[in-house]
């Protein structure tokens, strides 16, 4: 199973790459990608230096245009696929099905990957971003369980990529409107779920109180760990209780199914935190390559690789997810 | 690194020191690191005009983070009391050396409630993000800038580096030698 690593900086590229990372993926430092938050992701500069480093230790570097162009003013998008490939990316994370089109028919050599953000969960979805795009990779929605993977990779042909840790997105991806809402931008177009500039923080009394814009979303009592200021993960009244409606503040960990995963027909294995500084990238990533070599190796995960994770997860709390769980 | 022996003697020099001479020692540090990183200010230049107010936990004075419009550059001084901040960033030295250094995720710290913050999120955030991406080493930046200097005070770090080992093993010494909460000089 290939690793793949995320990237916010250079640093945290060359971290990954020196924690055992086959893979890293990243973006640019525009609304292009996911990931657009104050201060992040590459240049086009930062990227060929990226893509020579790792090229040279014989690793792959996947570059994401996963947001969705807006209408009538696709040329962002376009030049960013353009771009990748003209700077020789080993592939391209794709969500739009005018912008896969548009990759398959200008760089017909360059390997496509459908992005999370396109929530391809079932056979003729796959199967239809496969034929009209030639799609080989296909990163599946956190919706799914390790049943419905390995069916699903029984019967298409391309390649599955699955989150094994990090930040969880409980709805379905590309389609969640929870931060549009709030903050009138949106996570699927402008790249960023509960931006910084509507996020704010207070001490209320002796509790932290997080508000997005301007709505208290959350309230985190002395001792209690914090979490992401998203809508999915805010505390909510409902019949005179405060609690999570969605999601609790909580990040995904899958080092205990790897070896399921891995029967399930798993190509590839995908860390989230694009957003995480280079000393989560190095820790969570030495973690993985051990856990993976310990699983192709002899299928025991080692223990306490597994609990060393805790202190880095949200909330410092973890979960299989839907792996283990039916989606609600 | 987590030194306790380093964080106690930077809290002490923070809380000690004759403002003027601290003053000399804080821009002294910030022109170190922007001259070993001049691409620091880069991924920073969307956010120029940000003032981000740093309070240490056991140091009673007050730091203030400039990115400056004009120059492109971040300045470090003593705030003035009361002195209006964008945003203010709050947890011990050792977080912020962690953060500083890439030691440490600041998400991470986030969660476990080690680094609270307020105000203008986003400067905050493009000013972890920019200093995640330096790899600052905060003592090499500093005997880079020394100059002639720089060999004498590296032996000087090496033996300090050595005392904080020890000093970690046994904490009581570090203890003993700073003890807190360190007095305010203004």
Redesign the interface.
Known sequence: MELVAPA?????LRAALAAGADTVYLGFRDETNARN????NFSPAELEEGLRLAHREGRKVYVAVNTFPRAGDEAPWRRAVDKAASLGADAVILSDVGLLDYASRRHPELRLHLSVQAAASHLDAIRFYAEAFGVRRVVLPRVLTVEEIAALNRQVKVETEVFAFGGMCPMAEGRCSLSSYVTGHSPNINGVCS???H?????RGDA?VSLLGGSVINR?L???????PTLCKGRFLASGEAGYLFEE?VSLNAAQILSQLKKAGVAALKIEGR??????VA?VVAAYRRLIDAVLSDGQAPRETVAQLD??????SETTGAYGRKWR | MDSPLRDALFGFALSALPSPLLQFGLDFAAAAVQEQHPSLGE??R??SGARIAIDLEGVSRSFLLAFSERSGRVSLCLAEEGEKASARITGSLSALF??LE???????L????DL????D??????????L????IDLFADLFAALGPFALPARAATIAFRALSALAERAPSFEKAVFPRPFPARR
């Open positions: 916010g900086t250079p640093a945290s938050f104050p201060g992040l931006p910084a500039s996020v704010r923080y207070e001490t932290l985190f002395p001792g209690e760990a914090a979490g992401y503040p957003q995480r500084g280079r000393a989560y820790e202190r880095l997860a949200e909330g410092q | 991924r920073l969307p956010f962690a953060l890439g030691n440490a995720d600041g998400d991470a986030f969660f476990a409630r609270a913050l307020s105000g999120t986003e400067a905050v955030v493009a000013l972890r993000n920019a995640d991406n330096e790899e």
